[in-house]
Nanobody, 125 residues
Framework: QVQLVESGGGLVQAGGSLRLSCAAS????????MGWFRQAPGKERDVVAA????????YYADSVKGRFTISRDNAKNTVYLQMNSLKPEDSAVYYC??????????????????WGKGTLVTVSS
């Protein structure tokens, strides 16, 4: 069974940076496309970024382009989300997701995914 465990969330001031990590187990990580989603209170869960199983393609939501970077380390079975220039509107619970094979865009579509339990990011103004 696929297990995804997020870490790295916390409280940061606006303009600051955080790096989220998601460790995967119970699957062959290198055959999984991965993604990060977020959900703020009272809002739907939306895609933030995604990366293909090969690492060759990525997807970013318009709201985070140029500020966030998704990457993966297949040797560590881990996907990362580097978040720079954080804004208060980035505050949310961030979820890691995986999909066997697929690509960045199929992960971004949000269906047929395995999910982690989330990590809270709070950006103060």
């Amino acid at each position: 069974q696929v297990q995804l465990v997020e870490s790295g969330g916390g409280l940061v001031q606006a303009g600051g940076s955080l790096r989220l990590s998601c460790a995967a187990s119970g699957t062959t990580f290198s055959t999984n496309s991965m993604g990060w989603f977020r959900q703020a209170p009272g809002k739907e869960r939306d895609v933030v970024a995604a990366i293909s199983w090969s690492g060759g393609s990525t997807y970013y939501a318009d709201s985070v382009k140029g500020r966030f970077t998704i990457s993966r380390d297949n040797a560590k079975n881990t996907v990362y989300l580097q978040m720079n220039s954080l804004k208060p509107e980035d505050s949310a619970v961030y979820y890691c997701a995986s999909q066997r094979w697929g690509n960045a865009r199929t992960v971004a579509a949000g269906s047929g995914l395995y999910w982690g339990k989330g990590t809270l990011v709070t950006v103060s103004s």
